[in-house]
C-alpha cells in the first residue's frame, strides 16, 4: 500500500495600511483614488495545499491596493494639488504642474 503526503511552500501577496496613512492618492496607472499601502510576499509551509506556518515575511514596496502596481521602494512622492503618485524621480507632478511633496516612512530605532 503506497501513502502520498503532499508538502510544500505556498506564497501570498498581504497588504497593510501605511503608518501615518497616505489617503485619497490618485493611481495614474488604475486611474482610482486610493490609500498607499505596503505589500509584503509571505511564505507559508503548506501540507496538502493548506498554509500551515510562515517561513518568511518580505516587503517588496508601496502600491495601490487596486491594481497592485508599484508607486516606490521606501517612500510615496504626490503631487499635494491633485494628489497624482509620482513614480520616478520628478520634482513636478506630470498632470498638473505642481512641484511634489515626499512623505517618508518613520525609520526604526535599533537599541
Do not use: W
Not at 508607486?71 to 520628478?90: A, H
Amino acid at each position: 500500500m503506497c501513502h502520498y503526503v503532499i508538502c510544500g511552500c505556498t506564497t501570498k501577496y498581504k497588504q497593510k495600511s501605511l503608518q501615518p496613512p497616505v489617503q485619497n492618492v490618485y493611481c495614474p496607472v488604475c486611474s482610482n483614488n486610493v490609500e498607499a499601502v505596503e505589500i509584503f510576499k509571505k511564505m507559508y509551509c503548506s501540507f496538502f495545499f493548506i498554509p500551515i506556518c510562515p517561513v518568511s515575511k518580505n516587503k517588496l514596496y508601496n502600491g495601490c491596493p487596486v491594481c497592485k502596481s508599484k508607486f516606490s521602494q521606501g517612500e510615496v512622492k504626490y503631487c499635494g494639488n491633485c494628489r497624482n503618485v509620482i513614480l520616478s524621480d520628478y520634482r513636478f507632478c506630470g498632470k498638473c504642474g505642481d512641484q511634489v511633496n515626499i512623505y517618508e516612512q518613520p525609520r526604526q530605532q535599533r537599541p
